[in-house]
């Protein structure tokens, strides 16, 4: 069986989450207690599923017991993957606004960032159990082409997620390298460029003729594969690197294109993300 464990901050994405795994095939459950996970797998096996998605979060009493809950299902020999969802605070507290949530933790003493700062130092301990999804400035669109993604992968198979963003905006929440190229010649200083990105062409001839970008990305390179093996040697499902410039328009850019076009050769499966080209 493959089993998705769904956590993380109310207000991250979790229903999107589900929602699109339904309607890939997966057999959904919102808001499952941790202690039944072993139960339901038991149950599971005795129907036609093998695609499974369960949705837990902060309200969940049993939470405790999630980490030896997947221990238990991974030594019966099911794929289990976790995604755990986040967002930044700023993110948070205005989708509660727009939609006028109340969060599961708030009450008459407590504001909606406090609410929601309590909920991230609870789960705070369970956000490195498996992928860290920042969906800060992620469409549900973005989000849904994502977690199809993710549910591809196969067992024991690293998943390679390499993102560009901009330092302006902050450094995303589920990098788990980060790497600062902006020390590097900037092509917004040039006004022809300054329109294009990192994908096309005068801007990839701009970058690669100056000596020290091919040596801090192939620096860059080296690294990945160097700890990479750590990684999988760890049992670990994803590894994202993330790649930053001042805006995330061209630095950055050429360097994910460059490093998943690297990176997609081997038997990994890599995926390019550009952040504030998304939006």
Not at 136 to 153: C, G, P, W, Y
Request: charged share 25%; proline share 4%.
């Amino acid at each position: 069986m493959h089993l998705i464990i769904l956590t993380g901050l109310s207000g991250s994405g979790k229903s999107i989450a589900l929602k699109a795994l339904e309607d890939i095939e997966f057999y959904c459950i919102d808001n499952l207690p941790a202690t039944m996970l072993p139960l339901m797998s038991h149950h599971i096996e005795a129907t036609a599923h093998n695609k499974v998605a369960i949705s837990i979060d902060c309200r969940n009493a049993a939470l405790e017991s999630l980490p030896s809950a997947i221990d238990q299902l991974q030594s019966s020999g099911h794929q289990v993957d976790v995604l755990f969802l986040e967002a930044n605070v700023e993110t948070l507290v205005k989708r509660f606004s727009e939609t006028r949530r109340k969060h599961p933790l708030s009450d008459n003493n407590t504001t909606l960032a406090e609410s929601i700062a309590h909920e991230r130092e609870l789960l705070a301990e369970y956000s490195g159990l498996g992928h860290r999804i920042d969906t800060s400035s992620m469409s549900a669109k973005k989000l849904r082409n994502q977690i199809r993604e993710f549910s591809k992968r196969t067992p024991n198979q690293i998943v390679l997620l390499f993102t560009s963003f901009g330092f302006k905006a902050g450094i995303p929440l589920d990098a788990d390298f980060v790497f600062d190229v902006r020390s590097l010649p900037n092509p917004h200083y040039d006004k022809s460029l300054r329109p294009q990105t990192g994908k096309d062409a005068a801007v990839i001839a701009f970058l690669e003729k100056e000596t020290m970008v091919s040596e801090m990305l192939n620096d860059v390179q080296q690294y990945v594969e160097k700890w990479l093996p750590s990684f999988e040697q760890d049992n670990r499902s994803y590894l994202t690197v993330a790649i930053g410039c001042t805006g995330g328009q061209h630095r950055s850019v050429y360097f994910v294109e460059q490093l998943y076009q690297h990176f997609a050769q081997s038997q990994h499966q890599t995926i390019a993300r550009h952040r504030e080209l998304d939006k």
